[in-house]
């Protein structure tokens, strides 16, 4: 039987149970009221866990999650200061793994916890801002609550119907927003460079964030850009409304952009309400190796928080700081490379600490996110240098080139020992 509450009566002993596994639904699709519910009730049910890929709410900290135990894909978002606290759980998996393993049962889904727009005519809710494994988590729960929030836009793809959720809580509150990051003279440099990568009738992969955003300012010019992404900004808009993105060339989806998660502000979301030329569905499709592996010209955008002489890309930790995460990061840099006439470009800056760290490194001083035979291009404000196909040697001399000068001494001589031994 579905039951009809407000956030002020929603008592989720009535439908959790001690022990229980719940997901939420991440990213700016995360169910803020829910979120809340369990952070006041949890210590009274006991022995919970939850799983949420991203966060940007700020609503879990080692404090609000004492009485549960959470866990994610990395400390992305405002999910870092729960890494610094030793109170989250790091499960390293591609986003694009995270529905296969709910729906084996490998990461447990008792309780699904999402956020949905309010019904169509047929009595289906749109996922609205987040799409990726949510249909997973509501196939596997025994129970689904569901936010249903009237200020959640209605996005075509990806739905739930109504006979599928158990507990409708009825919200009209604002969803998660996250603002355009202010972009340096580091990042415009790094754009640059990329842009040079993406031609017209190309179709672009990329996340949020300066360099993105750099990125995407430099593309007015072009002509028929398509767009298949796991997530997307404000950015896009821009592009959208200049008729820059048409997605015109595509071999797949012709004039419609494909993304699974809105991650940016009201302006973002307002133009996605009812938008038939954007299309939100899960990852399944957006990272799939067959479906992108129809899409020629494909070029895609990753961050790195360093690379090795040979190309290794960590994109998680360094030392003893947990800073980032696996998620789509491989799927795309393999899509990328393998794309005719795309690329896969992996940014990061040359330096870090105000110049007073190399992110160019002889060894990585985290784990290995993307191994070296997946990387193509790697991208520094001061060049690309393309890896594929060239020899350990070779790459390390192209990678020094495009380090922070202060640095490429030492790098060089890391450089020469490769050199020397071949390998």
């Known amino acids: 039987m579905t039951i ?51 966060s940007f709410s700020g609503q879990f900290t080692p404090e609000t999650a004492a009485s549960f135990r959470l866990s994610s894909m990395g400390a992305i978002g405002a999910l870092r200061s729960m890494t610094k606290a030793n109170a989250l759980d790091v499960i390293p998996v591609h986003v694009s793994q995270v ?48 936010e249903i929030n009237e200020a959640v836009p209605y996005t075509f793809g990806e739905t739930i119907p109504a006979s599928a959720i158990d507990v409708f809580v009825h919200t009209d509150a604002a969803p998660v927003e996250v603002a355009p990051a202010k972009i340096s003279e580091t990042d415009e440099a790094i754009a640059r460079h990329c842009a040079a990568f993406i031609g017209d009738g190309s179709v672009i992969q990329t996340g949020v964030g300066a360099v993105p955003d750099a990125i995407l300012r430099q593309l007015h010019d072009r002509k028929d850009l398509g767009v298949h992404s796991g997530m997307l900004g404000d950015g896009l808009v821009d592009l959208i409304e200049a008729g820059v993105v048409t997605n015109a060339r595509k071999e797949i989806d012709p004039g419609v952009t494909i993304n699974g998660a809105l991650i940016g502000t009201k302006r973002l979301y307002d133009f996605c ?49 947990y800073m980032g995460g696996t998620g789509g990061q491989v799927d795309f840099v393999r899509a990328g490379a393998r794309s005719p006439g795309g690329a896969s470009l992996m940014v990061l800056a040359a330096s870090a600490k105000g110049g007073t760290i190399s992110k160019i490194v002889p060894a990585l001083g985290g784990p290995v996110t993307t191994a070296r035979s997946e990387v193509d291009v790697v991208v520094t404000e001061f060049g690309a240098a393309q890896l594929k196909g060239q020899s350990l040697a070779e790459r390390a001399r192209r990678l020094v080139a495009i380090a922070h000068p202060d640095f490429r001494e030492e790098l060089d001589r890391h450089a020469f020992d490769i050199a020397k031994r071949g390998f």
């Open 273 to 321: 309400d009812r938008n038939t030329a954007v299309r939100m569905t899960p990852t399944s499709y957006t990272h799939d190796a067959g479906v992108l592996g129809r899409l020629s010209r494909l070029v895609t955008i990753n961050s790195a928080l360093e690379v090795d002489l040979t190309g290794q890309v960590n994109a998680e930790g360094t030392g003893l700081a």
């Open 4 to 54: 009809q509450i407000t956030p002020e009566t929603l008592d989720l002993s009535q439908h959790l149970r001690p022990g229980d596994h719940i997901v939420f639904g991440q990213a700016c699709g995360e169910p803020t009221t829910l979120v809340r519910a369990l952070i006041e009730q949890g210590a009274a049910i006991g022995g919970l866990s939850a799983f949420i890929a991203t």
């Open 99 to 146: 529905a296969p393993l709910i729906a084996a049962g490998v990461m447990p889904c008792d309780v699904a916890m999402i956020q949905v727009s309010p019904a169509d005519a047929d009595g289906n809710h749109s996922c609205g801002l987040i799409s990726d494994y949510v249909r997973a988590a509501v196939d596997k729960a025994r129970v689904v609550i569901a």
